[in-house]
């Protein structure tokens, strides 16, 4: 069908062409929908393309658009109005300059009526699966376009294409739709350890297929799932993962604002410049009420020996708000992200008024007390199992995170951000994980902050003939000691839990003394052998 014919034709008065004014009898051999930036793999030549523009970002979005269009031998462009309202002056200078037809198509006339007219001439069965796959896309693109959200878009997917849809982020959490927790935990595994994207799971439910939603390091990405094996179809699913990615996109300007805020609340607070009504007015803008329980959370995802990719603390940052299924935003620093988190246990305003009314007794108090210690184990219990999720899919790299204890008040943020601070670094020495304030007072947090070097001479010179020993003669001194330690230094205890005789426990320990030069009657000494095997 020549491009003339397609403009005379009734109904398609409204559309107008742009540029290609020397190409009218060019024929158009098919129709293809697409919102791709890049859909040259899918084009064969001839084609008359259809697209609502969501793939422009910005003005040097359109010559690469038209460039890809134009390579394919595509035989003319339709631009739709209905996401942007007009055809931007770029696309138009784009197509001239690479003497492509363009066709302004108003938002009254629908991809549909289009697809209808060349169908015609397409005939049998290709017409009729033409013509269901337009206003498929069509009622799925329109819907975006008119702002759809990514739940709407899960329910549209399942309505008009028969199956499931759901957004995942990496950490298994579900953005959108209709999956399970656990099969949107193994799906994010897979995710993740996929070395290619679509990715097939073959589940005992059947088949999902996974796509990418954004660009985003993939710990902190996104996933579109369909329920069906799209790898022979996988343009469908990158149109769909097209939308979803419009949509978070739209989430991500507003988190912008809010990310600046928290960063401002976090900096005033660390620089001890700003007094306490100020920094409760923040906090209000923040979201969270002066008055109420609160934990401070850092997080930094490193790469140990990588030169180049995301800065840790901006990437633990986004990895925080997936964790917590973005209920919260993270402020980057230059020692991490982090994040005030709200312990709503209770609605905000009963647990202000319980904490803080003398006329509430004291029993009703400290049940507030019991609930919110509870809600920060239970948050370290979520971050570790999202964590766990995260390292057994990207093994190379080391996601650490630190939680403070339950804080109230402005005045707590500096000291809270301080002690997760230092909870984050323990778990970096660790090499990641999840580590609460309740770690850091103890000598784990002393042996932290000493370089390692230092950390195995010290080990090595106290236990080094232990280890020779046992290597020697298959023995368990090591072991004996550190149990005899774990007892507090009771014979038969230790004897019970290495299920031997109280006369080798002695016998053992006398070799350990014998073998290091200590003397594990004296605390100095036994303080020495307890550090050394926590160092080795």
């Not at 008119?146 to 982020?169: P, Q, R």
């Not at 633990?316 to 209920?327: D, F, N, P, T």
């Not at 980057?332 to 992200?337: H, L, N």
């Not at 004296?522 to 095997?533: I, T, W």
């Amino acid at each position: 069908m020549r491009i003339r014919e397609l403009l005379a034709t009734e109904g398609l008065g409204a559309v107008t062409l742009l540029t290609g004014e020397d190409h009218l009898d060019r024929r158009v051999t098919g129709v293809y929908v697409t919102d791709l930036p890049d859909p040259g793999r899918y084009l064969a030549g001839g084609e008359l393309v259809l697209t609502g523009m969501m793939w422009r970002r910005d003005p040097g979005d359109s010559l690469r658009f038209v460039e890809i269009l134009a390579r394919a031998g595509v035989g003319a462009l339709a631009a739709g109005r209905a996401w942007l309202g007009h055809v931007p002056d770029d696309l138009v200078q784009a197509c001239r300059e690479r003497d492509l037809p363009l066709l302004d198509v108003p938002e009254e006339v629908s991809f549909r009526t289009l697809g209808d007219v060349v169908e015609t001439r397409l005939g049998g069965a290709d017409a009729v699966d033409l013509r269901g796959a337009l206003g498929r896309h069509r009622r799925i693109v329109a819907a975006v376009a008119e702002g759809a959200d990514l739940h709407e878009l899960c329910a549209l997917i399942a309505g008009e294409l028969g199956m499931t849809g759901a957004v995942i982020s990496a950490v298994g959490t579900v953005v959108a739709g209709g999956l399970d927790a656990e099969t949107a935990a193994l799906l994010a595994r897979e995710y993740l350890a996929a070395t290619r994207l679509p990715h097939l799971v073959r589940t005992p439910g059947g088949p999902f297929t996974l796509f990418a939603v954004d660009r985003a390091h993939r710990a902190a990405g996104w996933a579109l799932v369909c329920g069906a094996d799209l790898l022979d179809r996988a343009d469908t699913g990158y149109e769909l993962a097209a939308c979803a990615a419009l949509e978070r996109s739209r989430r991500e300007e507003g988190r912008r604002v809010e990310r600046r805020l928290a960063e401002q609340l976090i900096g005033a607070a660390s620089s001890g410049t700003a007094d306490t009504a100020e920094l409760a007015a923040r906090l209000r803008t923040c979201g969270i009420d002066p008055a109420e329980p609160y934990a401070v959370v850092t997080a930094t995802v490193q790469r140990p020996g990588a030169t180049d990719g995301p800065d840790p603390a901006v990437l633990g940052g986004r990895v925080i708000e997936e964790m917590l299924e973005r209920r919260v935003v993270a402020a980057a620093g230059a020692d991490g992200a982090v994040a005030l988190v709200p312990l709503r246990t209770l609605g905000t305003d009963e647990i202000v008024h319980l904490q803080h009314s003398e006329l509430v007794h004291v029993q009703e108090r400290n049940r507030v007390q019991m609930q919110v210690q509870r809600s920060v184990r239970a948050l370290s219990d979520l971050l570790t199992e999202r964590v766990a999720t995260l390292q057994a899919g990207l093994p190379a790299s080391r996601v650490s995170v630190g939680v403070s204890a339950v804080l109230t008040g402005p005045g707590a943020i500096r000291g809270g951000a301080e002690e997760a601070g230092h909870a984050r670094r323990l778990a970096e020495a660790r090499g990641g994980g999840v580590v609460t304030s309740d770690e850091i007072y103890t000598h784990a947090l002393l042996l932290a902050t000493v370089p390692d070097d230092v950390r195995r001479s010290f080990a090595n010179r106290i236990l080094a003939p232990l280890f020779v020993y046992d290597r020697r003669h298959q023995s368990e001194l090591v072991r004996t000691l550190g149990t005899f330690l774990d007892s507090a230094g009771s014979w038969n205890i230790c004897a019970e839990r290495l299920h031997v005789h109280v006369n080798t426990v002695r016998y053992r320990i006398r070799r350990v003394e014998e073998l290091t030069g200590r003397d594990l009657s004296s605390m100095a000494d036994r303080v020495d052998l307890f550090l050394a095997l926590r160092a080795s």
